[in-house]
């Protein structure tokens, strides 16, 4: 899908490499948890060369505000409780409700990476049918908040006995993140890698 093709257009571009400083650099570090001295420089062609990496390019044009919230997100995706195949469940249906086609190629590998086989992947842009359990659960918590900016007091109890309490909360903060950022890059233009798999 080209940019033409969504309706978008690119408003904002990531960083060059001559536009990295100290402060986009330490941005980088905290999500990688390591200094900002050590991040690889842009443009030296490593695996973590921020130049690979749009979504950081772009944030990082506000390194402040990249530092904080990069601390936060790392949270979710590196050291919170809720499992990655749930929260990757959580994130692809945000994709697909915001019609994000960044995050839907980016999370359809994540989730690929952490064992969520394609088929599910396929069923998840069709509805819930074929999901069960703590799956299931989920995915329809997302869809709750997604129509109605709130989870359903029976479906948060259900969230907290089946995940705990923990787990429950940060569904919250995934879900709200992932529509979040969506709303972001689908203003800004961010297009998904090539070779991503299309948005359904």
Do not use: C
């Amino acid at each position: 899908m080209t940019d033409e093709d969504s309706g978008m257009r690119q408003t904002l571009t990531p960083l060059a490499a001559d536009q990295w400083g100290d402060a986009e650099y330490a941005a980088f570090g905290v999500l990688l948890g390591i200094p900002g001295d050590r991040v690889p420089r842009a443009g030296s062609g490593h695996a973590m060369d921020p130049l690979k990496f749009d979504i950081i390019g772009l944030l990082a044009r506000h390194p402040a505000m990249a530092q904080a919230f990069l601390t936060f997100n790392g949270f979710l995706l590196r050291r919170g409780e809720l499992s990655p195949r749930l929260r990757e469940l959580a994130i692809l249906r945000v994709a697909n409700n915001r019609r994000s086609a960044f995050f839907w190629g980016e999370h359809a590998r994540l989730a690929i990476d952490n064992g969520v086989p394609e088929e599910d992947i396929a069923r998840l842009a069709a509805g819930n049918a074929g999901f069960a359990g703590a799956d299931l659960l989920v995915l329809q918590a997302t869809d709750e908040m997604l129509a109605d900016g709130r989870v359903d007091s029976g479906t948060w109890e259900r969230l907290v006995a089946t995940l705990d309490t923990h787990a429950a909360m940060e569904l919250i903060f995934v879900v709200g993140t992932y529509t979040m950022l969506a709303m972001a890059f689908q203003t800004w233009g961010l297009a998904p890698p090539p070779g991503s798999a299309p948005l359904p």
